[in-house]
């Protein structure tokens, strides 16, 4: 496939180009095999109806509408590029990944389509549904075996529409033995129950359904510095005032001792070995992390702390107290630490 014109353009020039005037399509990119890889495994299942996929601002299915929007940042290398440079990471980028969301998307695909949500097994199995969105903030039970675990976050828990879509996820994996991996738990009489009704939808096609049209979702009719501006802004929104007595504590070396060095220069320094430690233990994204350290490291500098040269102690109680501020944000929607 022959790149665009735009492919080579420097981060600043490209940022001012619509999305929409880029010329994207998932035909022809590598995620069409991945694309009919969903719907290879629909049909192994006999099941008829295959989503139609879109090109979107992000992962979503339009309430009402049976189909799937892929983020437009995949379909091309330079794209994702630009994505991993401002966001730091690219949601959906590796196959194993790509398949696990679109999975999710497909059961809410499924559940316009077949209008679950009106069926009273299903609410009494997930709970009711609503017209509201999934809450950006829940307080998840880790440990919980009410839930399928699919995607990160325990993101089942979030609500009843997300506990189906990930519950079907789990079902349509291919060669997982879903009645081994959640033996004894509350959560496989709802993967029994999905089992159950999409072997009831075998070869049937959808009920007569809205037809998407693109104006209705013309989310891409932006620039890409709009669309990273607003992205930045929804990532941003929970950042709280730091606690300068928090980090008085962790970096309490006076500034006139020889041989101390900045806590701001130490943060920078080990930024990226702190960084991918506590995305790997928090599941938090990447983007929030990387703002955190450098709020910190900024107000390290507006206080002049300092360290000793050398404390082997330093990396675990730095570690610590960030994962603590994250795993905050998890629960709360808050970078906050009780006093």
Same mark, same amino acid.
């Given at each position: 496939?022959?790149s665009?014109d735009?492919?080579?353009?420097? /981060?600043?020039?490209?940022?001012?180009?619509?999305?929409? +005037?880029l010329?994207?399509?998932?035909?022809?990119?590598i995620?069409?095999p &991945?694309?009919?890889?969903? *719907?290879?495994?629909l049909?192994?299942?006999?099941l008829?109806?295959?989503?139609?996929?879109?090109?979107?601002?992000?992962?979503?299915?339009?309430?009402?509408?049976?189909?799937i929007f892929?983020? @437009?940042?995949?379909?091309?290398d330079?794209?994702r590029q630009?994505e991993?440079?401002i966001?730091?990471?690219?949601?959906g980028?590796? !196959?194993?990944? @790509?398949m696990?969301?679109?999975?999710?998307?497909?059961a809410?695909? *499924?559940?316009?389509?077949?209008q679950?949500?009106?069926?009273?097994?299903?609410?009494?199995t @997930?709970?009711k549904?609503?017209?509201?969105e999934?809450?950006?903030?829940?307080?998840?039970?880790?440990?919980?075996?009410g839930?399928?675990v699919h995607?990160d976050?325990?993101?089942?828990q979030s609500?009843? /529409?997300? /506990?189906?879509?990930e519950?079907?996820?789990?079902?349509?994996?291919?060669g997982l /033995?879903?009645?081994?991996?959640?033996?004894?738990?509350?959560? &496989? +009489?709802?993967?029994?129950?999905?089992?159950?009704?999409?072997?009831?939808? %075998?070869?049937?096609?959808p009920?007569?359904?809205?037809?998407?049209r693109?104006?209705d979702?013309d989310?891409?009719?932006?620039?890409?510095?709009?669309?990273?501006?607003?992205?930045?802004?929804?990532?941003?929104?929970s950042f !709280?005032?730091f606690?300068?007595?928090?980090?008085?504590q962790?970096?309490?070396?006076?500034?006139?001792v020889?041989?101390n060095?900045? %806590?701001?220069?130490?943060?920078?320094?080990?930024?990226?070995?702190?960084e991918?430690?506590v995305? +790997?233990w928090?599941n938090?994204?990447?983007?929030?992390?990387?703002k955190?350290?450098?709020?910190?490291?900024d107000?390290?500098? +507006?206080?002049?702390?300092q360290?000793?040269?050398?404390?082997?102690?330093q990396?675990?109680?730095?570690?610590a107290?960030?994962?603590?501020?994250v795993?905050n944000?998890?629960?709360?929607g808050?970078?906050?630490?009780?006093?």
């Amino acid at each position: 496939m022959d790149s665009p014109d735009w492919s080579s353009l420097a /981060d600043d020039e490209l940022l001012e180009k619509k999305i929409s +005037q880029l010329g994207l399509k998932l035909d022809g990119t590598i995620l069409q095999p &991945l694309i009919q890889q969903l *719907y290879d495994e629909l049909s192994q299942k006999g099941l008829a109806f295959h989503p139609p996929c879109h090109i979107g601002d992000e992962w979503f299915v339009p309430v009402g509408i049976p189909a799937i929007f892929v983020p @437009f940042f995949l379909t091309h290398d330079r794209l994702r590029q630009l994505e991993r440079k401002i966001i730091l990471e690219v949601e959906g980028e590796t !196959p194993e990944w @790509f398949m696990k969301l679109i999975r999710h998307e497909a059961a809410h695909a *499924y559940a316009f389509a077949y209008q679950f949500v009106r069926k009273r097994k299903w609410q009494h199995t @997930f709970g009711k549904s609503s017209s509201e969105e999934t809450p950006s903030f829940y307080r998840p039970r880790p440990h919980s075996h009410g839930f399928v675990v699919h995607l990160d976050d325990w993101y089942a828990q979030s609500h009843p /529409d997300e /506990d189906f879509a990930e519950t079907f996820a789990v079902w349509l994996t291919p060669g997982l /033995d879903w009645r081994a991996r959640y033996k004894d738990w509350r959560a &496989l +009489q709802k993967l029994e129950y999905v089992d159950e009704l999409m072997r009831s939808l %075998a070869g049937k096609p959808p009920l007569p359904m809205p037809e998407y049209r693109v104006a209705d979702y013309d989310c891409l009719n932006v620039k890409l510095k709009t669309y990273y501006a607003r992205k930045r802004k929804e990532y941003e929104h929970s950042f !709280p005032d730091f606690y300068d007595n928090d980090l008085r504590q962790l970096f309490d070396a006076g500034a006139d001792v020889e041989g101390n060095v900045k %806590a701001s220069a130490y943060l920078r320094r080990h930024r990226r070995e702190l960084e991918n430690a506590v995305c +790997q233990w928090t599941n938090e994204n990447k983007y929030r992390v990387n703002k955190l350290l450098t709020r910190l490291i900024d107000r390290c500098d +507006q206080l002049n702390l300092q360290i000793k040269a050398y404390d082997p102690k330093q990396n675990l109680q730095v570690s610590a107290y960030i994962t603590t501020l994250v795993m905050n944000h998890l629960f709360t929607g808050k970078f906050k630490r009780r006093k």
